[in-house]
């Protein structure tokens, strides 16, 4: 579940390179929605794997601290 966060902003990358990559770029509506939908997932995925990250920063800390 750890990597989980970096392995959607993968997808959500492939996403808004696909269309150029798979040649259905001059295609709009298809190119607009895989790129907005990569975005998205994008940004979730960035967000929740820093936050994720500061979680775990936080509790070793906080463990490291009781010691």
Known sequence: MKYLP???AMVGSWLIAA???L???STVVAKNNDIGVG?????????????ELRHHRLSTDMH???R
């Open 64 to 66: 490291a601290q009781r």
């Open 39 to 51: 975005v998205v997932m994008v940004l979730g995925a960035l967000i929740w794997g820093f936050s």
């Open 23 to 25: 040649g259905y770029a």
């Open 19 to 21: 269309p150029f990559l």
């Open 6 to 8: 970096w392995i959607l």
